[in-house]
């Protein structure tokens, strides 16, 4: 067609917001005229959709051609061309096979309109697609017509968020609040989520919160027509954020990284591939320490380490040997690992397995066990080195509990899956008496054996989470049925140090479902609870309800309040700390 001919190709990387590395090349058309719509839409007006959007996909494999195969090419196609697979993979064949580049080297990004297309020739396509060895990625989500329910039905291997929702971060909630969802449901099916249209760093740090991993924008790096380097300096303030980022706690409430956030790109080539084809991809790729030799599904049968193979097959005598036969006689079982599995999992793995093969990369797959790419050890341990570092620094020096970021990331998470839970403010009463009083040392005796009997209640009742936010003030996240246990535990509790009684005060507030947005928006409702805790005598424990007129009291007593009774008492029995 003589329209597409004269389509050009720019190539824009889709970089780890964990590592700055790129992890996919995406494939732009460039009409010469107008812009790639206005090109569809003249073809679809005409009949051609389909035919057309097959002729770039193709142009698009034929000019990524002398690109680095390190990375998965990235291939747009509208919804209607991916139900008519048996056309697409037929015309494939041919650029693929001049590229040397395998379908499970290509991921295709299906793109509005999704209404127009029948929805169960659609999901057939995309079956036989995936058949074929393609990877499958939803794009323009947010933005497009994609029904939610079909993203359920075909679970896809990786969602872009549409440039529109990014453009609205951080500061509009709506976007804000979509974004989040599409996280927590990325992270609950395995499947991989990227934001498209990244331009400042507030986005970026904003989706580093949110745990987005994967990210493309002219903020990291803009399209170029160059197909041969995916490797590109990130502006310094980018590789700060991404630096940060990397140390930042992450994976399961432990704070300890997924595998899912240092998977690299495989290299693979069919595990009948001979000695000599991976030689020459070797010679082709001297970055790469390693590939994967995989079975027609696209599974990991053999795992060849470039060093222990250049060795085996070069020499005076070793190419006549060996290029014609099959690469397995020098490769080894693959170590597999599951995407969603913890780092630390990892290297119990590893700790278990042969140590003469820890350089080696380890090959992550899906559940369905198809090879979604690579992990170099190195970076597993410095990971959770980092993050045991940056997690064993948030603690408190006297209390060894997290700070206020473990609270928050719990409401968050139980927000998110439509739970009820309780908050709650423990602090003592009249704090700066007791070290006036009896010193700073007692003082901090109290906090630890405050702190302790926290860290016990998380220990035994298994849905408290506490920090302790500074000086005598912890917040706690809970069930509603473990909040009774955890106040026997901490306010019925009699207190002292050097012999000083001491009361505490809890406030709490019962979270319904949907009755609070935000960890920002329950610690604004406590902190008033918390004044009408502190003013009931004695040990206290109140409870509310947001949007309640009524506040339960439900421990303390009538009387002078606290900071009366503890001014006036005089230590007669000396006591060591609780």
């Known amino acids: 067609m003589t329209v597409v001919q004269d389509v050009s190709f720019a190539f824009q990387p889709l970089l780890s917001t964990r590592t700055g590395e790129p992890v996919a090349i995406e494939a732009l058309a460039r009409p010469g005229t107008g812009g790639i719509y206005d090109l569809l839409r003249q073809a679809g007006k005409a009949g051609r959709l389909v035919e057309t959007d097959i002729a770039l996909a193709a142009r698009a494999v034929a000019a990524a051609a002398h690109h680095d195969r390190t990375v998965p090419l990235h291939i747009n196609l509208v919804a209607a061309t991916a139900a008519r697979a048996d056309e697409l993979i037929s015309t494939m064949r041919l650029p693929l096979g001049q590229s040397g580049r395998a379908t499970t080297e290509v991921v295709l990004e299906i793109t509005p309109p999704f209404s127009r297309v029948h929805r169960a020739e659609l999901i057939r396509g995309l079956a036989q697609l995936r058949e074929a060895g393609y990877r499958i990625a939803f794009d323009s989500v947010g933005d497009g017509d994609l029904p939610l329910s079909l993203l359920a039905d075909v679970g896809p291997d990786l969602i872009k968020l549409d440039s529109h929702l990014i453009g609205g971060l951080p500061d509009d909630a709506p976007s804000l609040a979509v974004v989040e969802s599409l996280a927590h449901y990325c992270s609950r099916t395995g499947i991989r989520l990227a934001a498209v249209g990244v331009d400042n760093e507030d986005q970026l740090l904003c989706l580093n919160r949110l745990g987005v991993r994967l990210a493309q924008g002219n903020l990291l790096a ?12 990130l502006p310094r303030p980018v590789a700060e954020i991404i630096e940060l980022n990397a140390t930042t706690t992450t994976g399961d409430v432990t704070g300890v990284p997924l595998v899912s956030d240092f998977v690299r790109p495989a290299t693979t080539l069919p595990d009948t591939a001979t000695a000599e084809e991976v030689r020459d991809t070797f010679a082709a790729a001297p970055a790469i320490t390693g590939l994967v030799l995989v079975d027609e599904h696209g599974r990991p049968a053999y795992s060849v380490e470039r060093s222990r193979f250049l060795i085996a097959v070069t020499g005076p005598y070793g190419h006549a040997l060996n290029a014609k036969k099959a690469a397995s006689r020098h490769a080894d079982a693959p170590r597999v690992i599951r995407a969603d599995a913890t780092a630390m999992q990892l290297l119990e793995m590893v700790n278990d397995a042969d140590w003469e093969r820890s350089g080696d990369d380890i090959v992550v797959t899906d559940h369905n066990r198809v090879c979604v790419g690579v992990v170099r050890l190195s970076e597993v341990v410095r990971g959770v080195a980092e993050a045991k570092i940056e997690q064993a620094a948030a603690l408190n020096p006297l209390t060894r509990l997290p700070g206020s970021e473990v609270v928050d990331r719990e409401i968050d998470r139980r927000i998110n899956n439509a739970e009820m839970f309780v908050v709650a403010w423990l602090d003592v009463d009249a704090f700066k008496v007791v070290n006036d009083t009896v010193g700073f040392a007692a003082g901090d005796d109290l906090i630890r054996s405050l702190g302790r009997a926290l860290a016990d209640a998380e220990a035994e009742l298994p849905g408290v989470r506490v920090g302790h936010v500074g000086g005598d003030d912890f917040l706690i996240v809970t069930e509603l049925d473990e909040i009774a246990p955890l106040v026997s535990r901490v306010v019925d509790r ?66 002078p309040g606290p900071q009366h009774a503890l001014r006036d008492a005089r230590p007669t029995t000396v006591y060591s700390a609780v």
């Open 222 to 233: 803009g399209a170029s027509q160059d197909a041969t380097t995916t490797a590109v300096p």
């Open 494 to 559: 009699v207190w002292s140090t050097e012999g000083l009684p001491v009361t505490v005060s809890l406030a709490s507030l019962v979270c319904g479902v949907g009755s609070v947005r935000s960890y920002r928006e329950a610690s604004r409702l406590l902190a008033p609870l918390k004044k009408q805790a502190k003013a009931v005598a004695g040990s206290s424990w109140v409870l509310t309800r947001p949007g309640a007129d009524r506040v339960e009291v439900l421990r303390g007593r009538t009387g």
